[in-house]
């Protein structure tokens, strides 16, 4: 092996190495700062040279998590970034499945490049055909919902929760999973690049890894 390919070898070792640093949830500590759940309309874009058409603007729930991060002087520090995290968003709602448990609308994003040190927010929604199938009801909006939560993940570590209850309603602590008092609907959370929405708001919340 030539002394170049060598170090090119090296190098891509180290990288891979500080991949696998920066997914360790012992290098990174998450402060959530709130999640509070609103209420969208369809936005109505105008283009040119398209025939038009008439519709009207239904009722979208968004759900917003604010936190930031805090990562290990050896991964990076104040001027680092996670490479990666999960953010499992749990939307409990008021109607129940056939076997009489309440439903929660579930969904999990994948976040990149999450900056240390700064305020960061992650936006999903459920759409109002997903509303209309779960409520049995045109226009659902924001007062079905009873209670919000999330749950943040690092590696598959659960390092930090947040929910409108206080605690986290959905997890069972004697199995360290779902609670099955709850119907889930996984899925019915969306992205905010599998909406409407996604031109909207620039950079104000995280890139979602492609799905």
């Known amino acids: 092996m030539s002394m170049k390919t060598l170090k090119i070898a090296l190098t891509a070792l180290a990288i891979s190495a500080g991949w696998a640093v920066a997914q360790d949830a012992t290098q990174v500590k998450v402060s959530v700062k709130g999640v509070k759940l609103d209420q969208q309309q369809t936005p109505q ?37 996670l490479a990666a995290m999960e953010v499992k968003y749990f939307i409990g709602v008021n109607q129940k499945s056939e076997d009489g448990k309440n439903i929660v609308l579930t969904g999990t994003m994948s976040y990149k490049d999450v900056p240390a040190d700064t305020d960061c927010f992650g936006l999903a929604f459920v759409s109002p055909s997903t509303l209309k199938r779960i409520l049995l009801k045109d226009n659902g909006s924001k007062s079905d919902v009873v209670a919000h939560g999330v749950e943040i993940l690092v590696g598959g570590t659960r390092v930090a929760h947040a929910s409108s209850t206080g605690s986290p309603w959905w997890f069972d602590t004697a199995t360290q999973g779902l609670s099955d008092k709850f119907s889930y609907e996984d899925g019915a959370v969306l992205p905010k690049s599998k909406t409407p929405f996604a031109p909207f708001w620039g950079d104000y919340d995280l890139p979602v890894a492609a799905q």
């Open 45 to 81: 874009i105008q283009a040119m040279n398209i025939v038009d058409k008439k519709w009207r603007p239904k009722n979208w729930i968004e759900i917003e998590c604010a936190f930031d991060i805090k990562l290990a002087r050896d991964v990076g520090g104040r001027k680092g970034s």
